[in-house]
């Protein structure tokens, strides 16, 4: 099993920072990409960004979020970041950690995490 705990969320005010975390326990295969999606209320959840490589080198975000989020992992501590800088109202939403093995096919998602942005 696989269990993914995020913190870091919070109240922050419209362009604070915050940053999330995401750390991974459990039967952890080498071979994943890690990520951060997120909803907002009555929307879809979509892409934040991915870490794809086990190095932390090959990232992709969303478009209309480049230049402002930047994600990273600490492999050692299986853990992966998200650095939300000049936040906007719209980025409130509830954040969710996902890990996806590679191999399997199998998604693992977090309990999210609230980030509210005040305007």
């Known amino acids: 099993q696989v269990q993914l705990v995020e913190s870091g969320g919070g109240l922050v005010q419209a362009g604070e920072s915050l940053r999330l975390s995401c750390a991974a326990s459990?039967?952890?295969?080498?071979?994943?990409?890690m990520g951060w999606y997120r909803q907002a209320p009555g929307k879809q959840r979509e892409l934040v960004a991915l870490i794809i490589s086990a190095s932390g080198r090959t990232t992709h975000y969303a478009d209309s979020l480049k230049g402002r989020f930047t994600i990273s992992r600490d492999n050692a501590k299986n853990t992966v970041y998200l650095q939300m800088n000049s936040l906007k109202s719209e980025d409130t939403a509830v954040y969710f950690c996902n890990l996806h093995e590679i191999l399997r096919g199998v998604d693992h998602w977090g309990q999210g995490t609230q980030v509210t942005v005040s305007s």
């Open positions: 459990g039967s952890i295969f080498s071979a994943n990409t």
